[in-house]
């Protein structure tokens, strides 16, 4: 499974982003998705994940602001992220879970990062 994600960039304050992420290959069965988000020399916390059906769970301090939402026919996720902050500064990686569909062997996969700025 690959993911493309896209959507990052540099934005002031109380702007908006909308981040994307693809996932290609047919063997694979996605369950949950979700992103990620990582500051240098920091853990990677989690922001905002979906499951298949739909329920969408966030990291407290993104609550109201962000939404996150998939587009199962074609294998996407997104991340619409209002009223930025400069503390939403960091790289974000898209993450998906689910299990191949001829051994239901579980896995996950990450994205590269894509870097979002938030300029004060």
């Known amino acids: 499974v690959q993911l493309e994600e896209s959507g990052g960039g540099l934005v002031q304050a109380g702007g908006s982003l909308r981040l994307s992420c693809a996932a290609s290959?047919?063997?694979?069965?996605?369950?949950?998705m979700g992103w990620y988000r990582q500051v240098s020399g920091k853990p990677r916390d989690l922001v905002a994940l979906?499951?298949?059906?739909?329920?969408?769970h966030y990291l407290d301090s993104v609550e109201g602001r962000f939404t996150i939402s998939r587009d199962n026919a074609k294998n996407t996720v997104y991340l619409q992220m209002n009223s930025l902050k400069p503390e939403d500064t960091a790289v974000y990686y898209c993450?998906?879970?689910?299990?191949?569909?001829?051994?239901?062997?579980?896995?996950?996969?990450w994205g590269r990062g894509i870097q979002v700025t938030v300029s004060s």
């Open positions: 993450n998906v879970d689910g299990h191949y569909r001829a051994t239901r062997r579980a896995d996950a996969f």
């Open positions: 290959g047919s063997i694979f069965e996605i369950e949950v």
């Open positions: 979906i499951t298949a059906d739909g329920s969408a």
